[in-house]
Every structure is written in structure tokens, then in C-alpha cells.
């Protein structure tokens, strides 16, 4: 749906986007993170043709956008980080001007089922410039839904946002998605965008330094994982058994859990998914009882720490940049 | 649908915002308000050399009343048009109104058509209130002052067209604004000083300044080129003076010189970009 060659922008001096290479595929929900000032932004002006590359290339939906100009326009839903709209309209008015823009069909009708999805029809006839940050973000998402596109750019779409805001504003992201709807999300809170994206890309300093899934990136970032596992009654031997599989680093007993258990185990290991089956069978076979285990896993926070402080590339290897 | 239809349809709803904007705000009246007083002063003063007179000849004594509502109507257009651009990047809304199906053509054409509307109001008001003032005085609506209002069309769109090149040119609204004063004011300087200096007799002149006032008097001839006014006051003066073929040449020389500042506007637009 959307995809950048050799994507680059200088002002002068400042390579502010380097040889991007970017894949958003159709229905997926792709994070672009990125410390401030590592390009996102002008990434997307790039994308959305509101800013000239140095070099490179971007297509959407498989054309330039000059192929076809309007009809790519109209297949986009773009929100920016901030609201600017037209504070003399009320919000009636508002999306009813960008939706005969868009030549929505029923314009008055789908103005109604969008004030409605955003929970602002009982404020539909309050001037704009009224309105709280937090509406005017609601506002901005009904705008960007209107016209029913088939690809969402969403910048911060949860900024100024309480935390009822940004549940029911993922609700409807997460509905558009289940939809069909691609998704290009561009955020700083991390959490919302690792329960919500299917694949990130991770952007400094003007390039992308990483680009797939969770798993995978965590996969590739983590030299062992950390296993706990509470037993109701070890037996005898059980941790030099775990000691000697091949892919266990090492096995510590914990400090007694609260939560009943009558013993807890640290164990480190090799990173892979068939870790935790492998130790299970050795607890089993070992006679003891498993009322719980759990992998500590990298967040996306500390994903997003590691490669933009290090700025480490993890495309490389993959031959992508 | 075609791009023309797309471009035609982004033009027309562009254009209806801003004029319903512009028509709810207060400015356009007041600004209206006060060419009709500036114009009903000038008809009092003349009603009142008729009356200590007993007669004046003018062969259209309405005609430099409405020249003076007209003149300050396109004026005011021209400073709206300076600012409506680089308003909208100032506040960011033009950024927003471009993810959408528009571009940089329906765009400024669109605000020119808006500010043109702007006038054809101005224009009715103008026709309502001389038509009023001509029943009153018996000073009768003649084809010189129709001819005026005609050519003041053309003419204001040639203003309309350099307030939108200005603005296109500048970031913030108040460059805009700043610009389009000192540039008019510049303009209207130096023709001050022109008139000045063709007043002094040549035996009054040393060489220098002959050569100097020589000097001025081809850039009074560029400058004609360049001040919208000026279009204005040539058209002015052929309606005065009964040319038809000047009347005619004068639309033409405005339709021409606003065709280029739009698709200079478009231009430089363009380079300048969306973002606040």
C-alpha cells in the first residue's frame, strides 16, 4: 500500500531522511517510532507528496502520486499531530466541508455516524474554536474516517488524549483495522502502538534502523531470556537437571513468590520459542508440579532504547538497507 | 471524474468557505461603510459648489465618487488577499486541507475566486447606493460609471492576484500584511515624487537632474507594469476620457498581468510548501 525507495530529503547540510526503504502492506497496522527529529514526519510529507525527495521514490497503492493525484488523495485519511481546523465552523459544519471535499455520498448522514462514533453529537453545534484539545483530536480521527479510506497516516493519534480518550480511540483504530484498513501509526507512547501494531519500523537519525515484527525484534535484540517458574513442591536434583539442557544458561532459585507457590526458579536461556515447552518437559519429567511461568520479555520501550541509543541497524544483515 | 471536474469542485467549495467567512466577519462592512462616506462627502461637496455656484459642469459628476468606492473596495481586497495564504499556513489549517484532494491550483484559484466574490458584493452595494445617490441628485447612472464598475472588475482581480502573490511569498500573516502595505506605499511615493519632479520646468534643472528625472521617468514606465493601481487609474482614465479602445486594452492589460500573478503565485507557492 505504501512504499518508499531510496527514499532521501536534505535542507542543506542536514540529511533529514537517508535512503529510506519503507513497505506498508495492505491490512496491517505498521508503528513508525522514532526519537523526535529522526524524520518521521517528513517521512510522511514525502509520502503524502506535500514534500519534494532530494531522491527516491514513494508509491501508493502501487502508483506515483502523480498517476493519479485526486484518486489517491481520496483513498487517504491523514491526521497530523496537532489539530488545526477552522475555528468560526462548528464541528457540523467542519466535517460536513471536508466530506463534500471528499464527495462523500449522504454527506449530512455520514457527518451524523461519525459525530456519533467519536461521542461528540451532543456538541456538534459548538464552534470549533471552543472545543478542548481532546475534542478537537476526537474531531480530527472523524475527519480522517469520513471518506471511508482505505489507508489511515495517523500522527500521534492519541495526543491530548485522557485515558478514556485513548481507549476509545484505539477501539476504533483496532475496528478500521478489523475492517481491512492499513494503518501507518506515528507515536511516542509506545504501549498504545506494541498493543495495537502488527509490525514496526523504527527510525534515527534519519534512517530506518529496524523494521518487523515484535517478536522478531525482540528476538534479534535479546542475548538470553529470563524465565521464572513457580513449583509447588520441587524435588530433589531438579536444578541440575535444568542446569545441564544445552540451551539454559543458568537456574537460580528465586525469592519465595506471595502468592502461595512453594518455590520459584530464575531461569536464564537461550533465546527461542521453544524454550519454555523444553523446560516444562524437564519440570514434568523431574516430578515436579508447575502452577506458573512466565517469560520476562524486552517491551517495546526497551527495544526502542537499545536500537535508537545504540543505533543499531538490524536490516542489514537482511540485505534490506 | 476528470482532474479538471476534481480541480473545479475543490475551487468551488475552497471559495464558498472563505466567502462565508469573510461575509460573516465585520471587516467587508465596514470597510464598505467607509467608501460611502468618503464618496458621499465628495458628492456633498459638489452638491454644495452647485448650490453656491448655481451651476458646475461635469459631464459624470458621480464618476469620481464611485472611483473612490471602488478604489478603496479593491484596495481592502488587496490587503484580504495578502493575508489569506499565509494566514492559513500561519495556522496551520492549510496544511490539514492538503492531505485531502486538493492541490496547489484549485487551491490559490479557488482564494482568488473567493476574493472576487468579495468585490462582485462590494460591486452590488456600489450599484445600489450610486444608483440611490443618482435618483436623489437627478445626477443620472450614465455608461462611464457602468464602464467604470466593468473595468474595476477586472481591475480588482489584478489587485486580488498581487495580495495572493504576496502571500504566497511570505510565512506569517503579518509579512504578509507588513509587505503588501509598504510595498503600496512605496508605490504611491514614488509617484508622488514623480508628479513632483515633472512639475519643476527644465530651465529650473541642472544636467544631473535632468538626467535623473529621465532616469525616473523609465522606471515610472516599469513600475506602470508592475502596480496594480495603476491598472486601475489607466482603466479609470479611459472611461473618463469616452476611449473605447482604451477601455478595451485596459481589460485586457489586467486579465493578462492577473493570469501571470496567478501562475506566479501557484509557482512559488509551490516552493514554499504547506507546513506552518
Not at chain 1, 489507508?151 to 492519541?158: A, F, Q, R, S
Not at chain 1, 520441587?234 to 539454559?248: E, F, I, T
Not at chain 1, 537456574?251 to 502468592?259: E, I, K
Not at chain 1, 519454555?276 to 516430578?287: F, K, M, W
Request: some cysteine; proline content about 3%.
Amino acid at each position: 500500500m505504501i512504499e518508499t525507495r531510496g527514499l532521501t530529503k536534505r535542507f542543506g547540510q542536514l540529511t533529514a531522511v537517508d535512503n529510506l526503504n519503507l513497505r506498508v502492506e495492505k491490512g496491517e497496522i505498521y508503528g513508525f517510532l522514532g526519537p523526535n527529529g529522526a524524520g518521521k514526519t517528513t517521512t510522511i510529507m514525502m509520502i503524502l507528496g506535500l514534500l519534494k525527495p532530494t531522491a527516491g521514490s514513494v508509491k501508493l497503492f502501487g502508483k506515483d502520486l502523480s498517476e493519479d493525484f485526486f484518486g489517491i488523495r481520496k483513498r487517504l485519511g491523514v491526521m497530523s499531530e496537532y489539530q488545526y481546523m477552522y475555528d468560526e465552523m462548528t464541528g457540523r459544519e467542519y466535517l460536513t466541508f471536508f466530506g463534500r471535499l471528499y464527495q462523500v455520498e449522504n454527506v449530512e448522514r455520514r457527518v451524523q455516524e461519525m459525530l456519533e462514533r467519536v461521542r461528540l453529537q451532543d456538541r456538534q453545534d459548538e464552534l470549533v474554536g471552543g472545543y478542548s484539545k481532546g475534542m478537537k483530536q476526537k474531531l480530527g480521527l472523524a475527519r480522517v474516517l469520513l471518506h471511508d479510506p482505505e489507508v489511515l497516516i495517523l500522527d500521534e493519534p492519541t495526543n491530548s488524549l485522557d485515558p478514556y480518550g485513548v481507549r476509545e480511540v484505539r477501539d476504533i483504530l483496532l475496528e478500521e483495522h478489523e475492517q481491512g484498513r492499513t494503518l501507518l501509526i506515528s507515536s511516542h507512547l509506545l504501549s498504545e502502538i506494541e498493543r495495537t501494531c502488527t509490525r514496526v519500523g523504527i527510525m534515527n537519525k534519519g534512517r530506518l534502523l529496524a523494521e518487523n515484527t515484535m517478536d522478531e525484534l525482540r528476538r534479534r535484540l535479546t542475548q538470553e531470556i529470563e524465565i521464572r517458574v513457580d513449583l509447588e513442591s520441587p524435588p530433589d536434583g531438579v536444578l541440575d537437571q535444568l542446569s545441564q539442557l544445552p540451551s539454559v544458561v543458568s537456574v537460580t532459585p528465586a525469592p519465595m513468590p506471595a502468592d502461595g507457590a512453594a518455590a520459584s526458579l530464575i531461569i536464564k536461556a537461550k533465546p527461542g520459542a521453544e524454550r519454555r515447552a523444553e523446560i516444562a518437559r524437564t519440570l514434568s519429567n523431574a516430578g515436579a508440579l508447575v502452577i506458573g511461568m512466565r517469560t520476562e520479555e524486552m517491551n517495546l520501550e526497551e527495544v526502542f532504547v537499545t536500537i535508537t541509543e545504540n543505533n543499531i541497524s538490524l536490516l542489514t544483515e537482511e540485505g534490506v538497507a | 471524474m476528470s482532474v479538471t471536474a476534481q480541480r473545479l469542485h475543490a475551487v468551488r467549495l475552497i471559495a464558498g468557505r472563505e466567502l462565508r467567512s469573510t461575509v460573516m466577519g465585520i471587516g467587508i462592512y465596514i470597510v464598505m461603510a467607509l467608501s460611502f462616506v468618503l464618496a458621499s462627502y465628495y458628492i456633498n461637496a459638489f452638491i454644495y459648489a452647485v448650490s453656491q455656484n448655481g451651476a458646475v459642469a461635469a459631464s459624470s459628476p458621480l464618476i469620481i465618487p464611485l472611483f473612490i468606492a471602488v478604489f478603496i473596495g479593491a484596495l481592502y481586497l488587496g490587503l484580504l488577499s495578502s493575508l489569506t495564504i499565509s494566514r492559513e499556513r500561519d495556522q496551520g489549517t492549510l496544511e490539514v486541507l492538503f492531505y485531502g484532494p486538493v492541490d496547489s491550483f484549485s487551491y490559490v484559484i479557488g482564494k482568488f475566486v473567493e476574493q472576487m466574490a468579495v468585490f462582485g458584493i462590494f460591486l452590488l452595494f456600489d450599484l445600489i447606493f450610486f444608483g440611490i445617490i443618482a435618483l436623489i441628485t437627478n445626477a443620472g447612472l450614465n455608461w462611464q460609471m457602468l464602464g467604470l464598475l466593468l473595468i474595476s472588475f477586472f481591475v480588482a482581480a489584478s489587485v486580488v492576484a498581487f495580495g495572493i502573490l504576496l502571500s504566497s511569498l511570505t510565512r506569517s500573516s503579518r509579512a504578509s500584511v507588513i509587505l503588501f502595505v509598504a510595498i503600496m506605499i512605496a508605490f504611491t511615493a514614488f509617484f508622488w515624487l514623480y508628479g513632483q519632479l515633472m512639475q519643476i520646468p527644465d530651465k529650473e534643472l541642472s544636467t544631473t537632474m535632468i538626467y535623473v528625472r529621465q532616469a525616473v521617468d523609465y522606471l515610472r514606465r516599469g513600475i506602470e507594469w508592475i502596480s496594480p493601481l495603476d491598472y486601475l487609474n489607466r482603466g479609470a482614465n479611459a472611461v473618463a476620457a469616452g476611449s473605447l479602445t482604451g477601455f478595451i486594452v485596459s481589460l485586457v492589460e489586467a486579465l493578462v498581468y492577473g493570469a501571470v500573478l496567478l501562475a506566479a503565485s501557484i509557482f512559488f507557492f509551490n516552493r514554499k510548501g504547506v507546513r506552518k
